[in-house]
């Protein structure tokens, strides 16, 4: 598939399931996508595994996010590349269903990643790797602005 006539705009990953997010498509490369979730921060997925992109060109979504001018996140050539730069990183892959694993990438090769989940040592098979993300999120955009008696223009106390 060609993504990079999508960058830029908000897409659909796969149309349902526990892998499916919508966001902005941030880049795209010869086998990995890098998406922006407004909840999740950015995901990076194996297009190997991706089933099918959605995008509405008429009634165009927007993500409630917003990306500082100073905004980076991690980029690659390839899903490997990826994956090496993550090293020693906190990182979630695949995120969705009983797949889904939590901890520090520890090791990347050809074949396998090891990430150190509490007290065990886990080996995923880099083919079966879908997706995967880490730390790195960026704010919601600021929609209640405080005002001097504390409360905000949603009508929310402070600190509630």
């Known amino acids: 598939m060609n993504f990079h006539s999508l960058v830029d705009r908000v897409i659909k990953v796969d149309?349902?399931?526990?892998?499916?997010?919508?966001?902005?498509?941030l880049g795209a490369k010869k086998d990995h996508i890098t998406l922006l979730h407004e909840e999740e921060g950015i995901i990076y997925y194996n297009t190997h595994h991706i089933k099918s992109l959605t995008y509405n060109s008429k009634d165009q979504v927007e993500i409630d996010v917003d990306i500082p001018d100073d905004f980076t996140y991690i980029k690659a050539k390839?899903?490997?590349?990826?994956?090496?730069?993550?090293?020693l990183r906190w990182v979630k892959i695949n995120r969705?269903?009983?797949?889904?694993?939590?901890?520090?990438?520890?090791?990347?090769?050809?074949?396998?990643?090891?990430?150190?989940?509490?007290?065990?040592?886990?080996?995923?098979?880099?083919?079966?790797?879908?997706n995967i993300s880490y730390g790195i999120k960026v704010d919601k955009k600021n929609k209640c602005?405080?005002?001097?008696?504390?409360?905000g223009d949603c009508g929310k106390e402070k600190g509630k």
């Open 96 to 130: 969705g269903g009983p797949e889904t694993l939590e901890g520090v990438m520890d090791v990347v090769t050809d074949d396998f990643v090891t990430i150190v989940a509490n007290e065990e040592i886990v080996r995923v098979s880099m083919f079966h790797i879908r």
């Open 15 to 25: 149309r349902g399931g526990p892998e499916s997010r919508t966001g902005m498509l």
């Open 78 to 87: 390839d899903f490997r590349g990826i994956l090496e730069k993550l090293t």
């Open 145 to 151: 602005k405080e005002s001097d008696n504390g409360k």
